[in-house]
């Protein structure tokens, strides 16, 4: 799935194209996606309207137009490229927006992604963005505030801080490599951890997240950027994926299990 890193570079590989440009018509050829697609609502309030901003929230996409917001998540295979030709649709080409300069392309094979509508100035009232925690990089993003989440729960530090209402976008691949950063077992019940140990993942958090939109994102199998090119961070992962291998640190083997059903990877060694 892509991650918070892999919908930045997206973000800002579609900046460029899309923001100032004109929608001039919206093409719905699948509207069954995770949710429906409001193909009215957005014809009314988008075509023929030029497209003003484009934020990131957590793992939404945000265009804004005059009327309000259209909210666009990626899903399991979601991906939005930007052409300047007209080509023949792909199958999985859900959603077409044809631009004053090109074509705006929603292509999700699996259809777990989302095109929405939030009328109004803040995007943060629609029902999918308003219970989210805070951007991981930002100010609000504290050793303060993950001390209030973790304050007598039993839950593992891991589960925590992927839950989307602690903070969001740390998906499974960027928690495992935090919390290998922090050195902290992702087994750590989350109430346990000192301020130490909160200020250390805080901030390894920051870091990886950091690292990985500068590299582009993490290859996955479905992901590619926006101009067609793969993310490269995946070539820094420190323990996701190499079960066995050994640590880069300290030579122990990593080891894997799966934790709420999602695979887990830590050095036993570096990780207490």
């Not at 930007?82 to 080509?87: I, L």
């Not at 959603?95 to 292509?107: A, C, K, P, R, T």
Request: net charge positive; glycine share 10%; proline share 6%.
């Amino acid at each position: 799935m892509p991650e918070l890193p892999e919908v930045e570079t997206v973000k800002r590989g579609l900046h460029p194209y899309v923001v100032g440009h004109l929608v001039q018509d919206l093409c719905v050829r699948r509207g069954d996606l995770r949710w429906p697609v409001p193909e009215d609502t957005l014809k009314q309030h988008v075509v023929g309207k030029p497209i003003q901003e484009l934020r990131r929230r957590g793992k939404y996409l945000l265009f804004r137009v005059d009327s309000g917001w259209m909210i666009v998540h990626l899903g399991m295979s979601g991906v939005l490229r930007f052409t300047v030709n007209r080509m023949e649709p792909d199958t999985h080409d859900h959603l077409i927006w044809s631009l004053d300069n090109g074509y705006l392309i929603y292509n999700d094979p699996r259809r777990f992604g989302a095109v929405l509508w939030q009328e109004g100035d803040s995007p943060e009232n629609h029902s999918r963005l308003s219970q989210l925690g805070p951007e991981p990089l930002s100010e609000q993003f504290s050793v303060g505030h993950l001390a209030t989440r973790f304050a007598q729960r039993r839950a593992t530090v891991k589960q925590l801080i992927m839950d989307a209402g602690t903070v969001v976008g740390v998906g499974n691949i960027y928690a495992s490599e935090s919390l290998f950063e922090a050195g902290i077992s992702p087994m750590s019940r989350a109430g346990s951890l000192t301020t130490t140990q909160l200020q250390a993942l805080c901030e390894a958090i920051k870091r990886v997240l950091e690292r990985s939109i500068e590299a582009g994102g993490t290859t996955l199998r479905d992901f590619v950027g926006s101009d067609g090119r793969p993310g490269y961070f995946s070539q820094s992962l420190q323990v996701y994926g190499r079960d066995e291998k050994p640590c880069k640190h300290c030579g122990e083997g990593i080891k894997h299990r799966k934790m709420a059903g999602r695979a887990t990877y830590w050095c036993p060694n570096c990780q207490r």
